[in-house]
Structure formats: structure tokens, C-alpha cells
């Protein structure tokens, strides 16, 4: 249980407050008359289509179509809707409907028979819904002067991905980056500072220790890429941008899935998953995923997550979402081969070579549990809160730093490491949506109050052993050098509490001529400490308490101009902060980071089959801290981003699946605002390529005698990065390719990847400047999948 404190009972005062808001607001607004939906569903042929599945989101009303393919909703308040239709042996559809007050509306639809391809409804399925789930109202993309990429999951099952990282490699501007074997963090647009969202909600993880493991991603649905500052909505560190990982979600007809692979480094993976109605009124969603390989390097992984996920919709104005994960995961870490000046390679280095002690390992487990209640207050009315706490336990020791001898023929475990983080987040966030029409203009207004409760203490301790700090051969070593364990000395304690008032306002001017605004303000909290504890983790003496608090607003302004229906062109300027978490020995603290973006982009969408954009953008930095040997810290001034975007997704022809983007970004550090000379000023950011380019295409022949043949290639490019801040040491350019054949028949498919075709030897990340990843050679991958 977390401690009840005074800044949870002013969040109870608040919370009681917006309720009773809420309350004046809905009393405020008048009633308006509900309008309905009818309309008739058609093969491609133009033949009726009977039993089809139709569900009005998110009121959960739903109808089933007649003979004659017809169907009727009625009694529906005025609003915009998701409207799904899905029936057995046809691809569900999904399009936006706006229902109007006193008035019926016509509809048409044809669906295509069900071929497991990446079809152009799908496209379209998951363009709209991504803007929702990152911008938190329904807006088409090509209204919104945001920069956004997607990762689907047709594309995780074709290109055989299993984890987040390497889903990363197909979004434009974003490099990944793996260390130790299992923590995960990211470089957007040359900044490190990002947000990792589950379902929307924060990963507090990421912003205490920047990086973080997560599991398999068999529960995967989608994976949504914002970039740039995005405060406004979700909170402080948001400067690079917004990564959401998108669960599977209940469905009303039933679907199922299983597939196994097989394939190097003894890599075995199981994944199945089923959902549907239980009844009228509640669906459900079930997943298991577990995977297990002795790895690249013999830095092996095992994953094993569960998930569930029920949607209760007990009246048309009543929405109940709840949502249960769990995983465990075990990792052998990888502290990568520590290279000369330059990036060069020891002579006689086996690339092959894991110079980890046998002892050492990173341990993942896992909670989370997520509640989301949606109440349709009036037509234009809506209010919703969603609740959601996780138990996360990153238990971790390993050898970190590996020192190499002066005549460079043997290394020595230098620097061996334990923690234990144990962090318990509970979040709440409380939103009222509101749609204002006049003769001219129309809004979407939100309102909204977020409370984050943190709780964290990570245990260190002392190592101790013959195996301490051993020194082993750099050609054929002998990894066990003796005993090696720990026990725990101390714990450092972080208890934050933060509150953010928010306001977005989406407003149509015309058709042409669209704005979005929003304004944030919040209010941070921190107390750390360190206190003493015994073997068995008793407080033996209580440690001084540091205090920072902290106050931010924080904006983003845009605006869309769409001079024809399919292009926009759209201009916005976003800020962002970034509360400093460090504690000097002193006692001393730092201001936040903060920064902002602008940024100019345009956006083509050729009907629903295909869609590219390009953006050129901005961005700063400042109040940045840098941690020096000894605990010291130093304030090293200011970064900025420029560069510009392109990307493109889609499908240009039949049975052709296409993503493809190239990112150019120039990140370097700035001369001090003092007269001091900052001796990095001009340099390139750390682990910030300049070129990136992904593309992934897929195609199914489209001819019966070959159809359900299909086969796809990838191409991944980094221009050379940088491990330090003084740039010398450097990570080489690198492409890779892949490819993958498959086939399908009815519900069975079988596929086959090979990645790194052509046995490209290069290096993917760094640690403690010197040490670094090599990426795995040629692999290949088996999967035989069945789906209902």
C-alpha cells in the first residue's frame, strides 16, 4: 500500500472539485435531439451481405444485418463515432461517422472477402484510430499539425519481430537502442528525451533511469510514434516524443491466432490469443506470448507475458474497459567488447565473444492493471477517467565496465553492478470532451486533470567474492573466474506526486482552414532519500531528505491549411519540460530541462489506399545536467535538433504493403550562455545519426493459381553515430537487409524471414563510451501461424 500523504489529500480535494465542475457543466449544457444510421452492406460484386456485425463506438450499440444487407442504429446522441462492421469471412471495416440532431444518415459500404492481407480499409482502420489514442479526440490525421508514425501489427508478424526495439526500426526518425542485453530506450529526432505509453498511459520507468526492459509483444496490436514535444497531453519529458504501445482490444465477433517459430540461436516463440462476445453487452480479449532464444553471443532471453482485456457496454451512454498484463523475463546481459579510440576493433577480438560472468543477469517482473470508465453525460458531452497502477520489479546484476590491459590481450571485469528497482506508479487521468457547433465554426473541446503517485526505492548493496573483479583472456577466455554475489547495503527512495490541469481545443474554421491549441500547467513534487538497511532489508538508519518542486506551463499552438481535400499543410510550435531529478552531495538541485519544437510539414492522402508526408523541423533544449565521475554534476548548457522527414505508407497497388521514410538530422551541443567555453560546443549529440532511412514492402500476388503467395524485403541504413559527447569515439555506418517469403491457404500460413542477408558485420549501441554492440550476423526465422 502506498503511504497516505498531504499531497494525496489536496489530490482527493481536486478530484472532488472537477467532479463537482463536472456536475455544473452538464446542467450548463442543453439537450439536444439524437439522430440515427441506416444503410446496407454489399460484397464487391454488389450482393447483399446478411449477419454482419455492426458496433457504434464508443457506445458499444449494435445491430446485425438483414437479407437484404440492411441495417438501422437509432436513438443516437449527435456526435462523431468510430462504425465497425465485421462478419466471418470478411475483413472488418472501420470508418468515422458524424451523427447530426433530428437527422437520419444514409450509408453504404462493401467489404472484401477475408485474405489476411494488409487490406486498404485496414490502412485506413488504424490511421484514424491512432489520432485518438495519442491526441485523445477523433480527428482524421490530415487535420492535425502533428508528425506521427505507425507500426502495425501485419508489419511485426511479417517482418517476424518480437520485440520493441527492433519494431522501432520501421518508424521514420527514431533509432533504437538495446544495452546490456535487455534495457530499451530511444533517440528521436537526435534527443533521447522521450515517453513510453501503454494504452495511453506514461512508463514512468523511462523517465527516472532513461532506459527500461519490456516484454514480447505477442499483445501487440500497434505501436504509434509522436514526435516532437508533447506535454500538453501526457506530461513532462516529452521533448523527442511519444511512443504508444496499443494492446489488442475485445472485438464482437470471435478471432483467434496461434503461431509458432523456430529459427537461430535456438530461438522458439509461442503466441496465442482469442476474442470475442460473451454476450451482447461484454467482449473480451485474451493473449500469452512466451519466447526463448540462447541469443546472438549467448546473451540468451526468455519472455513470458499473459494479458487480458473485457469490455462492458451495459448502455448506450455506458462504456467499462479493463485491462490485466502481466510478464516475467529473465535476460543474460551482454556488456557488449570494449574497442580502441576511434571505434577500432582489438586485434584477435572475437565479435562472438560475451565477456559477462556467468553469474550475471537482469530479471523482469511485471503487473499492470488499467480501468476506463466512459459515460456519454449529453450529444456533445462526454466524460471519462481512466485509473491504472503497475508493480514493476527490475532485479539486475552484471558486470558493467570491461577494461582493457595495456597490451590489450586481456580484460578485467572492472566494474561489477547490482540494483534492484521496485516502482509502483498509480495514475488517474480525468477528461471532459465537448463538442460546440455554431453556423461557422465547430470544436472539440478537452478538459482534463492528470494525478501521478510515484513510489520507487532501488536497493544497492555490496559485492563481494573471488570473482570480483577478475581478469580473463581476451582470445578463448574462461568465463567462470570464481564465486561472485551481493547483499544489500542501502536503498535510494524517490516519492513524487504530480498534478497537470489541461486544455485542448481543436477548431474547424472551414473546410480549409483548421487550428489546434492547448495549455498545460503543472505541479511537481519530489522527495528522495537514502536510507541504510540491513541483510534482510530492515531500516538500520534514515537518511536526509531533498525536496524539488517545481511549476511548469507548457504549450502547443498549429495550424492546418488544406488548399484541395487530399493535401494539408500544416505549421506548429510545442514546449516541453523536464523536472531534474538530481540531488548533488551538497544538497543542490537544478532547474528542469525545457525546450520546445516548430516545425512545417505537409501531409498527402490519395483516398484511403495511401498516404505520405514530409516535415522539416526545430528543436532546443536547455538546463541540461551532466553527471561527472566522484557524484559531481555540471551544467552543461544547451542542444538543438534541425532537420527534416519524409515517409510514406500505404498501399499503392493491390496486395502491396509499403512503408518508407528517410529522416536527415543534425543534433549538436551549443556554446555556453556564459563566458565559459564549453569544449563539446558544436559537436554531434551522442548516439544521433544524421541519415536514417527504413523501408519494409510486402506483396501477395494477386493471381489465383499463385494466390496466397507472398514475399517482402527490408532495408535499414544509419549513418555513423557518435558514443561521447567529444566525439571520439564513433559507431561506423551500417545497412542491413531482409527478406521474407510466405505463403497462405485458408487459415493456415507459413513464413519464412532472413535478416542481415547479406552478413553485414556492424555495431548497433554503446555503453560507457567505449564498449560496444555488435549487431547479429545472417538469422532466419520459420513461422507456421492459424487464424480464426
Known sequence: MLPISTSRLSSKALFTTWVLLCGVLLKAFPQHKNGSLEGRIETETQEPIPGISIRLEPMGLGAITQADGSFKLQAIPAGAYTLTLSGIGYEVRQVQVQVKAGETLPLHYQLNQKTHELSVVTVTSQRNRSFSAINKIDVPLRDLPLSTSSVSSKTIEQRGIDDLGDAMKNTTGVRSNNTYGGFQHFTIRGFSNFVVLMDGVRDERHNISTSAPNT???????????????????????????????????????RANFSATYGSFNTRRMRAGAGGSINPKLRYRMDFGVSNTDGFRQAGISTNNAYVALEYTPTRKDYFYLSLGANKDVYRTDSGIPVLAGGVLVPGMDLMTRYNDPADFLKHTRTDVQFRYVRQLMA???????????????????????????????????????????TKPLQNQ?????????????????????????????????????????????????ENQGYIDYYDTYYRATDETVHGIYLQDFIRFSEKIKALVGLRYDVFKGEYYTDQVDKDRQVTNYGAKSTIARNALTYRLGLVYQPIEPLSVYASYSTYFKPSRRVAPNGETFDPETGYQAEVGSRLELSSKFAASASVYYMRKDNQVEGLPGGVFKRVGSAESKGFEVEAQGNPVAGLDLTVGYTFTKAQYLPYASAEVNPVAGKTAVLAPKHLVNAWLNYTIQQKNLKGLNAGVGFNYQSEAFANSANTYVLPAYRTVDVALGYQLNRVSIRANVNNLFNERYFTNVILTRQFYPGATRNYLLTLSYQL
Open 216 to 254: 514480447n509483444l505477442a499483445n501487440v496490436e500497434r505501436i504509434e510514434v509522436l514526435k516532437g514535444p508533447a506535454s500538453v497531453l501526457f506530461g513532462h519529458s516529452a521533448l523527442g516524443g511519444i511512443i504508444n504501445i496499443v494492446r489488442k482490444q475485445p472485438t464482437a465477433d470471435f
Open 380 to 422: 456533445n458531452l462526454k466524460l471519462s477517467n481512466q485509473l491504472s497502477y503497475s508493480d514493476d520489479n527490475i532485479d539486475y546484476f552484471s558486470t558493467e565496465e570491461l577494461t582493457l590491459n595495456t597490451r590489450r590481450d586481456s580484460i578485467t571485469r572492472s566494474f561489477p553492478y547490482y540494483f534492484n528497482h521496485l
Open 430 to 478: 480525468l477528461e471532459l470532451t465537448y463538442d460546440l457547433n455554431t453556423a461557422k465554426v465547430s470544436q472539440k473541446i478537452l478538459l482534463g486533470y492528470s494525478l501521478s503517485v510515484l513510489d520507487r526505492k532501488t536497493y544497492n548493496g555490496t559485492i563481494f567474492g573471488p570473482g570480483k573483479g577478475a581478469t580473463i583472456p581476451v582470445q578463448n577466455p574462461i
